[in-house]
């Protein structure tokens, strides 16, 4: 398996775009994690999945942003309007069977919002 | 609500010094993991220990659940062991997720 996959690896946009992070869990898998990491606040865990269906967002810092995950496949972290505080790295995690059971990181998305 | 201290915060090592890393949480919690985050930003899962000791070649884990504690040890350190190691644990009655601020390990060669 490939792995989790997650794109763009690098992106950099103005304050005011939207922003869209993608990933693809590792098949099989059915939970789905978001997190953002940065110095100030460390990992944080923004959004979780279970079988394509949000379970907790209350991570979620404000309502610029949203999570969609239309199937198994695939799932969006989308923030609009971008802030230069939203720089971060997102990653995107998944596992198998259990909220905290072995999860398995993406590469991460390092975003920059000027 | 729920504080997950890992200390030391930094540790620098000479290659093939041991080492123990502690994550005191302040909750009685489900589950607890430990992550090595590489100087490079990989994530990797290192541990899924809610309890008992698990050993994976030069690295082990204790989590002893009834006093709150996990320690992660490391033998014979070597250059790639550098990075931040982390636990998270995951809330009992909550399936939130909290990560400790880490523990930054520098071996050097």
């Known amino acids: 398996d490939a792995g989790v996959i997650q794109s763009p690896r690098h992106e950099v946009t103005e304050m005011g775009q939207e922003v869209t992070l993608r990933c693809k869990p590792i098949?099989?898998?059915?939970?789905l994690f978001w997190y953002r990491q940065t110095m100030m606040r460390g990992l944080e865990l923004l959004i979780y999945?279970?079988?394509?269906?949000?379970?907790?967002d209350s991570g979620m810092p404000e309502d610029r942003f949203s999570a969609k995950m239309p199937n198994a496949s695939f799932s969006t972290l989308k923030i609009q309007p971008s802030e230069p505080r939203d720089s971060a790295v997102y990653f995107c995690?998944?596992?198998?069977?259990?909220?905290?059971?072995?999860?398995?990181f993406g590469p991460g998305t390092r975003l920059l919002v000027l | 609500g729920i504080q997950v201290e890992q200390s030391p915060p930094d540790l620098i090592l000479q290659e093939g010094a041991n080492s123990t890393l502690r994550c005191n949480f302040s909750?009685?919690?489900?589950?607890l993991q430990w992550f090595h985050q590489n100087p490079w930003g990989q994530l990797i899962n290192l541990f899924y220990?809610?309890?008992g000791t698990k050993q994976n070649g030069r690295l082990s884990a204790t989590t002893v659940a009834t006093e709150r504690y996990s320690l992660l040890y490391i033998s014979s350190s070597q250059t790639t062991d550098s990075g931040v190691y982390f636990c998270?644990?995951?809330?009992?009655?909550?399936?939130?997720?909290?990560f400790g601020k880490g523990t930054r390990l520098h071996i050097l060669p």
């Open positions: 995690a998944s596992s198998q069977g259990q909220v905290a059971e072995t999860q398995y």
């Open positions: 098949s099989g898998h059915d939970y």
């Open positions: 999945f279970n079988n394509n269906v949000p379970i907790d």
């Open positions: 909750d009685s919690v489900n589950n």
């Open positions: 220990i809610p309890s």
């Open positions: 998270a644990v995951e809330l009992w009655g909550d399936d939130k997720i909290i």
